[in-house]
T-cell receptor
Framework: GDSVTQMEGPVTLSEEAFLTINCTYTATGYPSLFWYVQYPGEGLQLLLK?????DKGSNKGFEATYRKETTSFHLEKGSVQVSDSAVYFC?????????????FGKGTMLLVSP | EAGVAQSPRYKIIEKRQSVAFWCNPI?????LYWYQQILGQGPKLLIQ????????DSQLPKDRFSAERLKGVDSTLKIQPAKLEDSAVYLC????????????FGPGTRLTVL
């Protein structure tokens, strides 16, 4: 079945550091890929998405590129802020499933210190 | 635009008791989802509704869990009787339609079973 693997956290960075959170997936065909973010005490929010190979999703300074050859969708940000501290989830939705079902990774906690 | 509402936010019960969670999706959203998020893991889909019909309940433990979405709007998820392993955050999400529409999540209900 479909699965998503994320790097384990927590990832601890100083403000303005470069961020990478790795995500790889296993799926039949070419799924849509997503990054969701969960701030403390809040629900998940869609951060960015990509629906086909080589697409780059971007939002709020975060970027991720859909790499079919390596089945990866790594999340990056050039300069993190304290307010980026949250849990980040990589997820996929099967192509042609007919439904927008999401399979999530376990999540990676990011802690940014001033 | 109001987001997805859930109540209660927190619930503590003893094992073998019953509990119910309520969700009000974003107005006009046809698809509603219930997820279970165990500590340290990503959300796992329990059940998906399209209007008031069940689309996917393959991962719902039907011997103890039940859900309904009468009139295709609000939904309730019930656990009876609860087990210790049901301790988790129960997330409700909604999307405009079932074909890879963005899912909007509520804040969740944190259930503790003692």
């Amino acid at each position: 079945g479909d699965s998503v693997t994320q790097m384990e956290g927590p990832v601890t960075l100083s403000e303005e550091a470069f961020l990478t959170i790795n995500c790889t997936y296993t799926a039949t065909g070419y799924p849509s890929l997503f990054w969701y973010v969960q701030y403390p005490g809040e629900g998940l929010q869609l951060l960015l998405k990509a629906t086909k190979a080589d697409d780059k999703g971007s939002n709020k300074g975060f970027e991720a590129t859909y790499r079919k050859e390596t089945t990866s969708f790594h999340l990056e940000k050039g300069s993190v802020q304290v307010s980026d501290s949250a849990v980040y989830f990589c997820a996929l939705s099967p192509l042609n499933s007919g439904y927008s079902t999401l399979t999530f990774g376990k999540g990676t906690m990011l802690l940014v210190s001033p | 635009e109001a987001g997805v509402a859930q109540s209660p936010r927190y619930k503590i019960i003893e094992k073998r008791q019953s509990v119910a969670f309520w969700c009000n999706p974003i107005s006009g959203h046809a698809t509603l989802y219930w997820y279970q998020q165990i500590l340290g893991q990503g959300p796992k889909l329990l059940i998906q509704f399209q209007n008031n019909g069940v689309v996917d309940d393959s991962q719902l433990p039907k011997d103890r869990f039940s859900a309904e979405r009468l009139k295709g709007v609000d939904s309730t998820l019930k656990i009876q009787p609860a087990k210790l392993e049901d301790s988790a955050v129960y997330l409700c999400a909604s999307s405009l339609d079932q074909l890879r529409g963005e899912q909007f999540f509520g804040p969740g209900t944190r259930l503790t079973v003692l």
